[in-house]
Structure formats: structure tokens, C-alpha cells
């Protein structure tokens, strides 16, 4: 009782067309409609309002989507039943009640349980980010945007999207920090692909959520290839309260992935192994993520790889060309059984739209040869839809100029550094 029911099977696209249709029916969405229905004495255009302050800042892809969706259902429908009596006749009324029965069925949702509260004093849970910031702007008075959210992610050999959305191919072998602010850090253990090369992808991760208020003590999660445990190196699988679940991990596909939601920071987390190395996602606020001292500068989600580390170019990934020669005569042939052609044919069985994922996942193969690197460009770019705040910016394309060849080319070459991956890697 209190809470949606906890499936989390695979399911359609989230509500909003049923969601459209109804709001379209109580005047909200198409202006000048339903107002002729309305009497000065029903409230049900406040009610749908509310409703709707209350969604429009969830996030299907998240794993509290369902719970938070409910909550305003149950207050939409309490507001309605408030207003029965002062709305009887009214169609629009009619029209919310039965459009909110359609949804609380469709999305699993318990009649009796927690609403959310017009009035967040009344309402407010320290450990839940959003309803922290609802409440800021409660006190202040003043309408706020809602908090901005930020996406890094790191894949393949490896490969870096920063928060600020920059795409970047990195050595970084050994211990080196993704995020290190005053509420999470994230460290990353790259280890050489291919003996005697600088090649290296991701083996171990360790993650520590710092202790919050009375929303979490000190958690420290830590994963390594062929350990990707469902719980945190002190055996439990949420901090804080066991009832408001303010950091809790959720193991999606055993020894494979594992997703930790942090709701007191508004913070998820995704960990996969695909083949023998580790891939990470991560979606953090703004504010949060900036929440730092000047001695926590080196944080490569943050400021980018440091250009001795870098591999590529502002971006542009050196590939061989097909049918070249190197200059000591030897084929464009890798080492690693792909040739350019090969391995775009593999690539593009997993992903279709050529942007920067693309021709991670050719440039991997080239230097490796590890067909998984193809699940790992794959998997990271449904990372990115599942987290990404911004659907716009889900896809990166290669910068035209430069020499460089741009968006919608067949091969993403820079033959100025033709030679480059073979010093580097070979």
C-alpha cells in the first residue's frame, strides 16, 4: 500500500499521449477550449493545474518515475473528490475523473498511499532532491526553473563525454578521477587493452556517496570486471532509511549491470560489463556537480582528459584509410583482424545514425580487434537516451573543416594523423 506497484518490466512509451488527450480535454493544452464548461465555483482547472506542476518535471527514465507519477495522480483524484459536489454537471470534471481512473490503471497505481502536496512545508522529504528545490522555491516566493541536469559517460577505449558535452578518446591509464565534488566521488582504473600499447579501457570503478544529513551515511561502491556486485562493500543495498529508499541500487541483469539511484541528490548512476571492461553513465544536478573545492580540479567529467593524455584531436578519432600505405609501405591493415571497412559493416549492425558513438565503435575495433567494444558504443549511446536530459543533444557529429571530413561522410578520416594510431597502439 503507499506506492506503485514495484515491476519494473519493460514498458511502452511513458503515458503522456493518454496524459495529452486529457489535459487537451480540460482546456490546457488547446487555449480557449473547455472554458465555456467551467463554473466560477469548480475547481477543477486548479486541480489539473496542480497536476501538472507536479509532473512536468519527471523523468520516465528514471527509476522513481513510477512512484512520483502516482503521487500526483492520487492528489489529482483527492482534488477532484473535494470538488464533486460545486462541479456536478460539469463536463470537464467528468472528463478529468474518468481520465485519471484510465491512468492510475494503466501505470499500476494503488488508490490508498502518499500524494504529492501543493504545499511543500506540509510535504517536504530532505532526501529527495526535486522536492528540495520545489521547496526553495516555495520560500523565495518567486517561480525558479527547474534544477538543470548534467550527463557524463565513459565507454570503449575509452571514450569520454564530458557534462559539458564534449566527446573526447583518452590513454588516462592507471587510477584517475571522474567526479570528485561534496557529495560524490568517482574514480576509474584503465588498464593497457593490448600489451606493450596505450590502448586501455575501464577494470575497475569505485564510487563513494558522501554522507548526507540523515538521508545516507557513507557508502562506497566499488565494481571490477567479472564483480559487479548488487551491493555496496558493506554488504547492504541502500543507505539511510530503508522506507524512503534515498540510495538504494537496483541490479538489472546479473553480474552485467547495475543501476544506484541517489534521490536526496538526484543522482543515477549506471555500471555495465560488456566483454571484459566496464562502461559508466551518470546524471547528475548542476549545482551539485559544480559543488567543489579549487583542490578537486582534476576531475575528467568536469574539465575534459589533460591534453598529454589525449588521443584524439578536438574530437576528430585518427582511423586508417582504406586501400593507403603507411609509410614504411606495410597495408592499413590492423593488427586486429578488422580492416576500415569491416569494421564500419560491424558497427553499423548496432548503431545507425553515423555520429561520434559510430566511429567510436570503428576506431575501437581497429585498435583492438574486441568485437564486445561494438555492445559497449552501443550500450553507451542508450545510456545517454535513458539519461541525457536533453534529447537534442543525444547525438554528437564530427565537426566539418579542419581537414576533417564532416557530418553524413562515409568515413570519418583525419589524414594528418594517419600515422598516429599505429605509433600509438601498435
Known amino acids: 500500500m503507499g506506492s506503485a506497484a514495484p515491476s519494473r518490466a519493460p514498458r511502452a512509451e511513458p503515458p503522456f499521449a493518454a496524459l495529452r488527450l486529457l489535459l487537451a480535454a480540460l482546456g490546457l493544452l488547446l487555449p480557449g477550449t473547455g472554458d465555456c464548461q467551467l463554473h466560477t465555483s469548480c475547481g477543477i482547472q486548479k486541480c489539473t493545474t496542480d497536476f501538472v506542476s507536479f509532473t512536468s518535471h519527471l523523468n520516465a527514465a528514471l527509476e522513481d518515475f513510477d512512484l512520483e507519477f502516482c503521487k500526483a495522480l492520487r492528489a489529482y483524484s483527492v482534488c477532484t473528490y473535494r470538488n464533486s459536489k460545486v462541479c456536478r454537471g460539469n463536463l470537464v470534471y467528468h472528463s478529468a475523473v474518468l481520465g485519471i481512473g484510465d491512468l492510475m490503471t494503466q501505470r499500476n497505481c494503488t488508490k490508498?498511499?502518499?500524494?504529492?502536496?501543493?504545499?511543500?512545508?506540509?510535504?517536504?522529504?530532505?532526501?529527495?532532491?526535486?522536492?528540495?528545490?520545489?521547496v526553495r522555491e516555495h520560500r523565495g516566493g518567486e517561480e525558479t526553473p527547474p534544477p538543470t541536469y548534467l550527463f557524463c559517460g565513459l565507454f570503449g577505449d575509452p571514450h569520454l563525454r564530458t557534462f559539458k558535452?564534449?566527446?573526447?578518446?583518452?590513454?588516462?591509464?592507471?587510477?584517475?578521477?571522474?567526479?570528485d565534488n561534496n557529495y560524490l566521488s568517482v574514480q576509474v582504473t584503465n588498464v593497457p587493452v593490448v600489451p606493450g600499447s596505450s590502448a586501455t579501457a575501464t577494470k575497475k570503478?569505485?564510487?563513494?556517496?558522501?554522507?548526507?544529513?540523515?538521508?545516507?551515511?557513507?557508502?562506497?561502491y566499488q565494481a571490477m570486471t567479472d564483480d559487479l556486485p548488487a551491493a555496496f562493500v558493506d554488504g547492504t543495498t541502500s543507505g539511510g532509511d530503508g522506507n524512503t529508499r534515498s540510495l538504494h541500487i537496483v541490479e538489472k541483469v546479473s553480474g552485467k549491470y547495475i543501476e544506484m539511484h541517489a534521490k536526496y541528490i538526484?543522482?543515477?548512476?549506471?555500471?555495465?560489463q560488456l566483454g571484459h571492461y566496464l562502461t559508466l553513465a551518470i546524471r547528475m544536478p548542476q549545482e551539485l556537480v559544480m559543488a567543489?573545492?579549487?583542490?578537486q580540479?582534476?576531475?575528467?567529467?568536469?574539465?575534459?582528459?589533460?591534453?598529454?593524455?589525449?588521443?584524439?584531436?578536438?574530437g576528430h578519432l585518427p582511423l586508417p584509410?582504406?586501400?593507403?600505405?603507411?609509410?614504411w609501405g606495410a597495408a592499413a591493415h590492423p593488427l586486429s583482424g578488422y580492416t576500415l571497412e569491416t569494421a564500419t559493416t560491424k558497427c553499423h549492425e548496432k548503431i545507425l545514425v553515423k555520429d561520434i558513438y559510430f566511429y567510436s565503435c570503428v576506431f575501437d575495433?581497429?585498435?583492438t580487434g574486441d568485437a564486445n567494444f561494438t555492445a559497449a558504443a552501443h550500450s553507451a549511446l542508450q545510456d545517454v537516451k535513458a539519461l541525457h536530459p536533453s534529447k537534442e543533444h543525444w547525438h554528437i557529429f564530427p565537426r566539418s573543416g579542419g581537414g576533417s571530413v564532416g557530418r553524413g561522410s562515409k568515413f570519418f578520416v583525419s589524414l594528418v594523423l594517419l600515422c598516429l594510431i599505429f605509433v600509438a597502439y601498435l
Not at 490508498?112 to 520545489?134: A, L
Not at 584509410?321 to 609509410?327: A, D, Q, S
Request: hydrophobic share 25%; net charge negative; with cysteine.
Open 266 to 272: 538526484g543522482t543515477t548512476v549506471y555500471i555495465r
Open 297 to 314: 580540479d582534476l576531475q575528467l567529467c568536469v574539465n575534459g582528459c589533460p591534453s598529454s593524455e589525449r588521443i584524439d584531436q578536438s
Open 321 to 327: 584509410v582504406m586501400g593507403k600505405l603507411l609509410p
Open 165 to 179: 558535452d564534449h566527446f573526447q578518446t583518452c590513454k588516462v591509464e592507471g587510477a584517475w578521477p571522474l567526479i
Open 365 to 367: 575495433l581497429l585498435t
Open 292 to 295: 567543489y573545492e579549487e583542490s
Open 205 to 220: 570503478i569505485t564510487i563513494i556517496f558522501k554522507s548526507y544529513q540523515d538521508c545516507t551515511d557513507q557508502k562506497v
Open 112 to 134: 490508498d498511499g502518499p500524494t504529492s502536496s501543493t504545499d511543500p512545508e506540509m510535504t517536504h522529504d530532505p532526501c529527495n532532491y526535486s522536492g528540495r528545490t520545489e
